[in-house]
T-cell receptor, first 113, second 117 residues
Framework: KQEVTQIPAALSVPEGENLVLNCSFT??????LQWFRQDPGKGLTSLLLIQSSQREQTSGRLNASLDKSSGRSTLYIAASQPGDSATYLCAVIWYNQGGKLIFGQGTELSVKP | DGGITQSPKYLFRKEGQNVTLSCEQNLNHDAMYWYRQDPGQGLRLIYY???????QKGDIAEGYSVSREKKESFPLTVTSAQKNPTAFYLCASSPRPGQATSNQPQHFGDGTRLSIL
């Protein structure tokens, strides 16, 4: 079964710290992997999309990596700020699945001032 | 600005009642999706549509129905058969898988929170 797992479920760090969020997935035949941010009571905002042929993507203080062979992706956040506090969701599209996103359960991040 | 609009933001359902959640997009996307989010369970796919007049069941379609009569619109009906409808419902859209532009992220609306009276 194709599944996505995120550990830990929650993370609390002091402001300024660099941090890594983890995502693992079964079945390496992915089409792409996406990282989203969700603020409480809101929809999802796309942060980064890594295509199957890519190893990483960067946007500002965010860097996402992809290792298909080990079924892992990481989201690196540099110099964390209180405004980064949110839930971060990892999602995968596998080939021949109609473009369906399969989501992990998310990591709730709290950055303390 | 292009985007996805979900309405209403909050919805209450009485016992035995069907309710319909609206989702409209002006991104010219072929594919649209409905997800349900429960606390601690992430998002689960209810229904999806890759093109007008066609849709497929997702992982938790029982108790729900959809229609796709227009490219811009993908309403979701929560029927009385759905015994536990209380959740946050999210609509999304993207270019159709297989198209040249398909490696783009799904765009999401701001969600509808459904509760039982």
């Amino acid at each position: 079964k194709q599944e996505v797992t995120q550990i830990p479920a929650a993370l609390s760090v002091p402001e300024g710290e660099n941090l890594v969020l983890n995502c693992s997935f079964t079945d390496s035949a992915i089409y792409n992997l996406q990282w989203f941010r969700q603020d409480p009571g809101k929809g999802l905002t796309s942060l980064l999309l890594i295509q199957s042929s890519q190893r990483e993507q960067t946007s500002g203080r965010l860097n996402a990596s992809l290792d298909k062979s080990s079924g892992r992706s990481t989201l690196y956040i540099a110099a964390s700020q209180p405004g980064d506090s949110a839930t971060y969701l990892c999602a995968v599209i596998w080939y021949n699945q109609g473009g369906k996103l399969i989501f992990g359960q998310g990591t709730e991040l709290s950055v303390k001032p | 600005d292009g985007g996805i609009t979900q309405s209403p933001k909050y919805l209450f359902r009485k016992e035995g009642q069907n309710v319909t959640l609206s989702c409209e997009q002006n991104l010219n996307h072929d594919a649209m999706y409905w997800y349900r989010q429960d606390p601690g369970q992430g998002l689960r796919l209810i229904y999806y549509s890759q093109i007008v007049n066609d849709f497929q069941k997702g992982d938790i379609a029982e108790g729900y129905s959809v229609s796709r009569e227009k490219k811009e619109s993908f309403p979701l009906t929560v029927t009385s058969a759905q015994k536990n409808p209380t959740a946050f419902y999210l609509c999304a859209s993207s270019p159709r898988p297989g198209q040249a532009t398909s490696n783009q992220p799904q765009h999401f609306g701001d969600g509808t929170r459904l509760s039982i009276l």
